[in-house]
């Protein structure tokens, strides 16, 4: 069966600290994957995705990167964190036409 | 551009009562309809999916509609249980056409159910 991994699960960082969160999936190969930020109030963004590796499609503008150096990594970084930046991070895989979901990682920047 | 509307924003009912949550989205070329489960803190949990040639899609207590006419999909919930309490996301989902499966995402309805 497959498996998606997030670490770390809660983060604080200061203001302008960089940022490296990471994801993770287990039991399947070539997946799209997906990052997701979920704001106070706010819907789920999408904020990238990946048809495989090296791939990276950026949906919001802004001050975060994505990478997949490897078929199941996705990664999600940043150089400099704003307040803004603050949220629940999802990542999420699919081979077909269903996402599933990893089990998120709550940054607080201060 | 697809937008998706969630009513209510917030619901509490009594234990054992039937309810419906509503969906809507203004974009009808959709592949499929998903709703998922979100408790406080978690990720998502997949419930339902309605691919778009299909009406709905039951599971235990729980049965999804889906109207691409009308832009419309509902989620009830039969006998509702303190454990069916959490935030509930309907998602329309697109093919964006580059090789990936897109979700646009409500706001979700935030159930409490009242033992």
């Known amino acids: 069966s497959q498996t998606i991994h997030q670490w770390p699960a809660t983060l604080v960082q200061p203001v302008g600290s960089p940022l490296s969160l990471e994801c993770t999936v287990e039991?399947?190969?070539?997946?799209?994957l997906y990052w997701y930020r979920q704001a106070a109030g706010r819907g789920l963004q999408l904020l990238f995705y990946?048809?495989?590796?090296?791939?990276i499609s950026s949906e919001v503008p802004q001050n975060l990167s994505a990478s997949r150096p490897q078929d199941r990594q996705f990664i999600l970084s940043s150089k400099k964190l704003l307040l803004s930046d603050s949220g629940f991070y999802l990542c999420?895989?699919?081979?077909?036409?269903?996402?599933?979901f990893g089990p998120g990682t709550r940054l607080t920047v201060l | 551009k697809q937008e998706v509307t969630q009513i209510p924003a917030a619901l509490s009912v009594p234990e054992g009562e039937n309810l419906v949550l509503n969906c809507s989205f203004t974009?009808?070329?959709?592949?499929?309809l998903q709703w998922f489960r979100q408790d406080p803190g978690k990720g998502l949990t997949s419930l339902l999916l309605?691919?778009?040639?299909?009406r709905e899609q039951t599971s235990g207590r729980l049965n999804a509609s889906l109207d691409k006419s009308s832009g419309r999909s509902t989620l009830y919930i039969a006998a509702s249980q303190p454990g069916d309490s959490a935030t509930y996301l309907c998602?329309?989902?697109?093919?964006?056409?580059?090789?990936?499966?897109?979700?646009?995402f409500g706001k979700g309805t935030k159930l409490s159910v009242i033992p």
């Open positions: 999420a895989w699919s081979r077909t036409y269903t996402q599933y």
């Open positions: 039991g399947t190969s070539n997946p799209n």
């Open positions: 990946s048809v495989g590796i090296g791939q």
């Open positions: 974009d009808s070329a959709i592949y499929n």
């Open positions: 309605i691919q778009s040639s299909q």
């Open positions: 998602a329309a989902g697109v093919d964006s056409g580059a090789g990936s499966y897109q979700l646009t």
